[in-house]
């Protein structure tokens, strides 16, 4: 392998204060001439997903230092949708994804670094880093903070909806069981234990062929973590010697091996916003109808809560996503190219030598847990896939549904529309038991445009929480949902009510009616009976003349994004 020669040669000729700049910030005679590499990572006191992480760019400095280059360190750390549940925070949350990739991306514009090492945990950190990734195109890799340890009976901090709900009802809860709560729910550092958001996109990092294999949802407190860290800085050293880059690894074969690790793990709905809007970035559209295929038919192989019954450790104890690719071999391109400079199939086959596979069975054995009731054998698989693409005149562009986490009672639904222009308006509705068993909730205006795409969880939460409710009430938004949501939940409508799509034209008692199997979803009558699509077609258009509700009026980077945002079923990004 040849001696790296440092991309930033000519910049530091050009003028001499580039050199005494770096040598005032600690740097010495010979480290300015070495390799330099980008660390970002979103450390900061934001949540325990990002607490740690500045521990893990520790060893990764250590390893690109034992490799002969010269690490510099930044952050732009990352907020959480749990902080943000309840209040117009959460309005900010994937407006987040766009300010942390625009900071990494000027971080790694203002000098030619040689390569790039990005750490994160988490739900909106991870794509933002994937995205930056992609814009810069240098040699990179990825460092995953790992998985939170489990709750008390194997639970996890998800047990805030039913927390949550019962407070705010009189008489439903001691003030005792919410204390324990929040002291036992969160008990270490590391994202989620439960398979959302954060969980889900880091198993797209390592199956885009972004991260060392093995390291999505490793324990955050065992030392394999800080070993894969101390691995990855000496890998990027080898990536920038052979000038492999992003664009090499996240190609439109990466994607699609990825959407087929999505449906076979019951992935977040998040994904269908954040793998378009990274695809983007490489100039690569992805087609929803395509990933829909996918779920037709893939195995869904992944018994980890919210859709099953096991914390992420336990999965990772399992064998993780390499497991879930090698049971999956026959459906995925084992010849793309991934940050160990090797092919998927030659990774797999190392991890095998590596007795990877066997290794973590014994801790998996400490659950009382064998790997088959958590990773399925596809030879045991019961059903396919786990997202679904519902279109109709409710949703032309599409909308999104995660099947794998919904009742089968409730994959094919009909009735009557209760209409709600905030999700706030419909989780007091829904707390004040003014919701009935067959309802179909309708949140709209909190689409990309409307309100920057706030997540439904807190009200989804409290429809499964409810026992009049759960199972029997659907919920319809151009909104999007948590990665841990469950239930009979609908997101993504597109075009989004804002911008004058159709669930701007839903009333209250208007049926609908919705078909998962089918893929479909429509408006199929109103108060005064079932009427044809060509009838209601009709009466939207006489109802688009009135307008849609006014949007406030917004500043900032809210105002930003909510002028510039695509449709959910693009990623929601800029164009």
């Not at 970035?281 to 990933?291: A, C, H, K, N, W």
């Not at 847990?369 to 693409?389: M, T, Y």
């Amino acid at each position: 392998m040849e001696e790296l020669r440092q991309k930033s040669i000519p910049q530091r000729k050009l003028w001499a204060q580039y050199d005494a700049l770096q040598l005032g910030s600690g740097w010495d005679e010979k480290d300015i001439t070495k390799p330099q590499i980008l660390i970002e990572d979103v450390f900061g006191d934001s949540h325990p997903g990002s607490v740690h992480l500045n521990q893990l760019t520790k060893q990764a400095k250590y390893g690109v230092f034992e490799s002969g280059g010269y690490p510099a360190h930044f952050h732009a750390t990352d907020i959480c949708d749990g902080c943000a549940q309840g209040h117009d925070g959460m309005n900010y949350i994937l407006a987040s994804r766009e300010a942390i990739c625009d900071m990494v991306e000027l971080h790694g514009s203002v000098t030619p670094w040689d390569g790039l090492i990005l750490t994160s945990s988490c739900d909106k950190s991870i794509p933002a880093h994937l995205k930056a990734a992609a814009r810069l195109d240098i040699p990179t890799i990825f460092i995953l903070g790992g998985s939170m340890r489990p709750s008390p009976y194997m639970a996890t901090s998800m047990m805030a909806g039913d927390i949550s709900l019962r407070q705010k009802r009189d008489g439903q809860i001691k003030e005792e069981e919410v204390r324990d709560y929040k002291i036992s729910a969160c008990p270490s550092y590391g994202a989620c234990a439960f398979l959302g958001t954060a969980s889900t996109m880091q198993c797209m990092a390592e199956a885009l062929g972004m991260a060392l294999p093995g390291s999505a949802l490793v324990p955050a407190t065992m030392r394999d973590i800080s070993q894969l860290s101390r691995n990855a800085g000496r890998q990027i050293m080898d990536l920038a010697k052979m000038n492999i880059t992003a664009s090499m690894i996240m190609t439109k074969e990466a994607f699609y091996n990825a959407f087929v690790i999505h449906s076979a793990i019951g992935g977040s709905t998040n994904a269908m916003l954040h793998m378009p809007s990274i695809a983007r970035e490489m100039g690569i559209i992805l087609d929803p109808q395509q990933i829909d295929d996918i779920n037709h038919r893939i195995p869904h192989l992944v018994n980890v809560t919210p859709s099953g019954d096991y914390p992420t450790e336990a999965f990772w104890f399992a064998g993780g996503i390499p497991m879930v690719q090698l049971y999956l071999k026959d459906y995925l391109n084992l010849d793309v190219l991934t940050v160990t400079g090797k092919t998927l199939g030659q990774n797999l086959q190392d991890l095998e030598n590596d007795n990877f596979f066997e290794r973590n069975l014994g801790y998996l054995a400490n659950y009382g847990l064998e790997r088959e009731q958590v990773i399925i054998h596809p030879d045991n698989a019961k059903d396919l896939g786990s997202i679904a693409v519902l279109k109709g005149n409710i949703a032309p562009e599409g909308s999104v549904v995660k099947y794998s986490a919904c009742d089968k009672s409730l994959y094919i639904h009909r009735g009557p529309a209760r209409v709600f222009d905030s999700e706030e308006d419909a989780h007091s509705a829904v707390v004040n038991d003014e919701i009935n068993p067959g309802d179909v909730i309708v949140i709209r205006y909190e689409g990309p445009r409307g309100s920057g795409m706030p997540e439904m969880f807190m009200t989804t939460e409290a429809i499964v929480c409810d026992p009049k409710l759960n199972g029997k009430v659907s919920l319809i938004t151009d909104g999007r949902f948590s990665g841990a949501t469950r239930g009979a939940a609908i997101g993504h409508v597109s075009p989004e009510a804002a911008v004058g799509g159709p669930l701007a034209y839903i009333r209250e008692g208007d049926i609908i009616e919705y078909d998962i199997l089918a893929r479909k979803i429509n408006c199929i009558g109103t108060e005064a009976g079932i009427r044809d699509i060509d009838e209601i077609n009709k009466i939207f258009k006489e109802r688009a003349k009135e307008g849609i509700v006014p949007r406030p009026n917004r500043k900032g980077i809210l105002k930003r994004y909510t002028s510039l945002a695509l449709s959910a079923m693009q990623g929601a990004g800029y164009e």
